[in-house]
Structures are given as C-alpha cells and as structure tokens.
C-alpha cells in the first residue's frame, strides 16, 4: 500500500483567503490525482498528473490549479477561497505501467466560511 | 449522467450474515473495476478488483462478481464484522482513460453486533 500523506488535515478560512492543500507520497508513483467529495456523493476528479510538469484537468470543473515539479509533491491552490470551495479534497496516487490502482491519502475537510 | 450507479445509500447486516453489495455501469468501454472502502474523516482505501476477463476475483473475506452482459458487478462480504461499517464506493476504468477512475455514489455499510 502507498504511503501518501495530506496536510492540513481540518482547514477552516475566510472568504478570500489564498490556501495550498499539500500532499506528498513515498512511493515514487508517476500519476497522482485530486479528486472532490461531498457527503453522499461520488468522488469527481479535478486534477491529474503523468508525471513531473504534467498537469491535466479532470470531469469536474475547479477553480483550484496544481503543480508537479517533483515526483512525490502534487500541491493543489486556491488563490481565492468562496463558501462553495468547502468540500473533502482527496489526493491519490499509482503505480507505473498498467496498474490501474489508486491509493488516497487521509484527505483535507475544508470549510470556507 | 452517471456511469457507475450505486443504487442503495444504505444496507444494514447483522454481524456474521453476508453482506451485498451492488453496482452497475453504463459504458461498455469499462474493463477494470475496483471497490473501495471509507471511513468518516478518512480517505478511501482499496479493497479488491477485477477485471474484465474474469467473472469472480475472491480475497479473504471479500469477493468480487462481475457480469458483464447485465453490467453489474457485486461485492460479498462474508462473514459481515462490525469493523466493515463503512460506505463502500464502486470505480471502473478502461484502457485509453488514463487511469483515470470513475466513481459511484457510495453504499454505506452497516454491520450491527
């Protein structure tokens, strides 16, 4: 199982405020992803990477951008946080080749007030 | 439109009984599918997949059906344990999506003692 990790855990913030949501893995894997969910709702993709200095868009439409300058690091930003940025953002990652499964980190809570 | 459907929110079992879970799909294209299991405040963690090629892929306590004429696949758990209180989301891919995973709502899972 990978090791992937996100911080903050929990992040509470006003209106407007610019907010990075980190995640790093271990593993070395070349695709990581960032997906969104709402209780009750499935996971939307709305970010991915192939690898260092790839970014691609996912399904759903965010306002957030991402980077991947190094392997193990894929940040998400907002550079200006509304109420309806609050969700659960979930990174994940996979191995090389055909493996097709993901593994997630704990996720980030965000409530934007 | 939704291509992973999870048609139950809820399922409720008592412990040592066997518990159900479904999912169908729409897209034809999917040949790869996975089921993840959620705790509250957590990310999803990998239970087990399959792929197309097979009807059944069993481990441990949890085993996986797919038919692929009626685009449904299900999940077993037998025997059902109180620790498997838990929403369980179904995910499929193809080849030539990247990777990418397409999600279903989620079943929560209840196992009472």
């Known amino acids: 199982e990978a090791d992937i990790y996100q911080t903050p855990r929990y992040l509470v913030i006003g209106t407007g405020k610019k907010i990075t949501l980190e995640c790093s893995q271990t593993m070395g894997h070349d695709k990581m992803y960032w997906y969104q969910q709402d209780p009750g709702m499935e996971l939307h993709l709305i970010h991915y990477s192939y690898g260092v200095n790839s970014t691609e868009k996912g399904d759903l439409s965010s306002e957030s951008t991402v980077s991947r300058i190094r392997t193990e690091h894929f940040p998400l930003t907002l550079e200006s946080a509304r109420p309806s940025h609050t969700s659960q953002y979930l990174c994940?990652?996979?191995?090389?080749?055909?493996?097709?499964?993901?593994?997630f980190g704990p996720g980030t809570r965000l409530l934007v007030l | 439109d939704q291509q992973v459907k999870q048609n139950s929110p809820s399922l409720s079992v008592q412990e040592g009984r066997i518990s159900i879970l479904n999912c169908d799909y729409t897209?034809?294209?999917?040949?790869?599918f996975l089921w993840y299991k959620k705790y509250p405040a957590e990310g999803p963690t990998f239970l087990i997949s399959?792929?197309?090629?097979?009807d059944k892929n069993e481990d441990g306590r949890f085993t996986v059906f797919l038919n692929k004429s009626a685009k449904h696949l299900s999940l077993h758990i037998v025997p059902s344990q109180p620790g498997d209180s838990a929403v369980y989301f179904c995910a499929a891919t193809y080849r030539g999506s990247q990777g990418n995973l397409i999600f279903g709502k989620g079943t929560k899972l209840s196992v009472k003692p």
């Open positions: 399959i792929s197309s090629i097979k």
């Open positions: 994940a990652s996979s191995g090389f080749g055909g493996v097709k499964t993901q593994y």
């Open positions: 897209n034809s294209m999917f040949d790869y």
